[in-house]
């Protein structure tokens, strides 16, 4: 009897946990028996294993094959333990294990010629490889880039079975880790692009400020689409450790580039009106896989035609817009995967939206129904809202509004004197604070309150509102360099969530 081992990574979500690949050579009829909640990719690995490993000069045994992967009760998943599973085959036929084996992670699916092909998902299982303590993963050299971002453990890239197994044996070298390369700023466009419509185009600076959600309703062609797009280049870059977590989720969806995979700029993602809820929130047999909802994290979910999309859909937005993250349940298991995404809904009037409201020829009721889809639940999350109207031909012989870069000075100001101010308690912006901590220890006095009071007596604002409303205060305050808000800013705070309120 003969016995050989190795170790891969099972990630679920973005959490990865260390897998163990026991190989048993037993006397027996010849065949191959894999045990261990395999789906269906990782059964048909032991034909790629088997061919990749003759065609690599060496012996497969004529015996019974008993593959196992512990734990046992961990469902499998993919081509991601291809390598780690011809190792253990190989260690158990040579009967004489390799001492680099014990101590190394392996990821790779085969080709039927031994060549290591790139998986998805690299970047959370070499994170937890590194939480777990182990000193070496070796990776698809196609995924070396990817991998390299992880500092604190020996990352190799290999491109075949045959240079694995040279490289177990101590007699050769792998591909070395490869310095982060930045990606190149890509073109972004210009805030003083958009003709006139000052107060939207406030309500974008405060949004990107706090990280608040925005709403922007109006005819066709006064500008919605053009703000939601120059919102992120005024988000300031992501720091270290959102970098690294924003890139995750990317390397779990399979959308890294193979050349600069890390992602430093806050991501922009613009799913179509007829989205599923699977796209938007997450979905897919199995394992869920990322949605819309997580690969905006960090930055910006832009949702135009909001009143087009199903209310299905839109309701499955509250949860992750309240939490932060959206948990999805399959057959494999719970898949967690973060979700604090700045939301942006853009939405025409009414069904036929003419350039001049007066030629509407809705009726009340179609206009009701029309955006009645974005239910009261859902409207008591968004922070500010903006009701946008055709501008005048004079709005061509005004001033230029101001460009994208002298904005973002302003945002980054903002942003750090909140980070500063929130930083003991844990939080990083505006819109993530707790309503406990606003209401309590960072109460505002009595005659600033006024307004909210009222409001609330009158049954306009619900407690959540009142929460929202003091968190962009506190943002209209970061950017008028104010250490506490007043009246003046919690009044503005209030008229942003109410359509069609001037400031």
Known sequence: MALGRAFSVAVRGLDGEIVEIEADITSGLPGVHLVGLPDAALQESRDRVRA????????WPMARLTLALSPATLPKMGSVYDIALAAAVLSAHRQNPWPRLEKTVLLGELALDGRVRPVRGVLPAVLAAKRDGWPTVVVPVDNLAEASLVDGVDVWGVRTLGQLQAWLSGSTRLEDKITAVPAAAEPTVDLADVVGQSQARFAVEVAAAGAHHLMLTGPPGVGKTMLAHRLPGILPPLSETEALEVTAIHSVAGLLSDATPLITRPPFVAPHHSSS???LVGGGSGMARPGAVSRAHRGVLFLDECAEIGVSALEALRTPLEDGEIRLARRDGVARYPARFQLVLAANPCPCAPADPRDCMCAAREKRRYLGRLSGPLLDRVDLRVEMYPIGATAFSAAEGEATQQVRTRVAQARAAAAERWRPHGFRTNAEVSGALLRRKF????????????????????????????RVAWTLCDLAGRVSPGPNEVAAALSFRQAGASR
């Open 52 to 59: 990749a490993i003759t065609n690599c000069g060496n012996q």
């Open 277 to 279: 809820v699977a796209a």
């Open 443 to 470: 109460r505002l006095s009595t005659a600033a309150m006024a307004p909210l009071r009222i409001a609330l007596d009158r049954g306009l604002l619900s407690i959540r509102g009142v929460d929202r409303t003091l």
